[in-house]
């Protein structure tokens, strides 16, 4: 057959359908497969396993009303194993629980399997303990009242605390029979800062103790308690007393005044009960005529913390005695020091006479 009927015959379109059908099949196949390979590396990635430990907290299956249970931890670890997708879900909504039954259990020490309750068949699991110990004991709830400690060091010199104010004077304390029988004591200990001077007002968490200081394992309710510690400065009102102090000069009387005749003073109490007049020296060392001094009240005592006022002044009034040269006194009240440097005065002149005889 000639090459140009070839071209015409009906075995020439005969095999041209066919390439052309090798041809699409080939197309289609692989438009398939490349379709096919997202989907097929999603499905393994469904069908990949993981493990993952999760913390889980303990539940207690027990009669609580009747019995207070001490020994078991919080949180248990929890390790999952299985399909990514699967563990993932589980760890986000933690849709499963740890139980440790003890619903059967009595007054005493007991050891208890844990068991899990919600957990997707399709998932494996290890926890951590498997086992625990537990304490159950007779529960028991006390009231006692609140009891406000602070450090007294920390108290500015002379302050002192007032009676504290509380949100509630009273708590309960619950727990096993055993344990509340030590507890001696609901104490909030109040934090201040070192030379305090100011009302401390703060919230605080309250502690059961036992006789010896120890915390006692119980609940206490509430947790807290509000605390309005007032911390103030002693005072008390008292009369002056003007003393004279130092060396005169010779042939000179002396008197002091003021025209302040009560003063406030401030410190510790125990301070404060021992005055009743505050004595103020006044030095009269190197006075020769009337003056005013202004004298500072502190200086009359130094366990004092502050006065109002905290000066006075203090009139000096200077006097020209009878005689010649007379030491005055070195200390002397207000009220008898012209009489004290006169009667001196009379005994010098009278030594004098005698001497010139």
Known sequence: MKLNQFWESAWFYRLLALLLAVGLFAYVNAEDLSSLTPSSRGNNAITA???RTLKVPLQLKADTDKYFITGYPEKVSVTL??????VTMTANTLNFRVIADLSQLGVGKHTVKLHQEGLN????????????????????????????KYNKDSLAPGYTAGAAKLSIETAQVTGG???ISRVYQIVANVVMNRNTKETVDQEVLLQALDADGNTVNVVVSPQTVHVNLPIRLPSKKVSLKLTQTGQATAGRLYDLSTATNRVTIYGAQDVLDQIDTLTVPVDISAVTSTTTSTIRLLDANSKLVATDPKTIKVTITVAQSGAGDVPAASTSSKSSSSAESSSESS????TTSDDDQ
């Open 49 to 51: 396993t993981t493990e």
């Open 121 to 148: 068949k399709d998932l494996t699991y290890t926890l951590r303990p498997k086992t625990i110990e537990v304490t159950v004991q007779d529960r028991k709830t006390k009231t006692m009242p609140i009891q406000v």
């Open 177 to 179: 029979k055993g344990e």
């Open 347 to 350: 005994a010098t002149d009278s």
């Open 81 to 86: 194993s299985g399909s990514t997708s699967l």
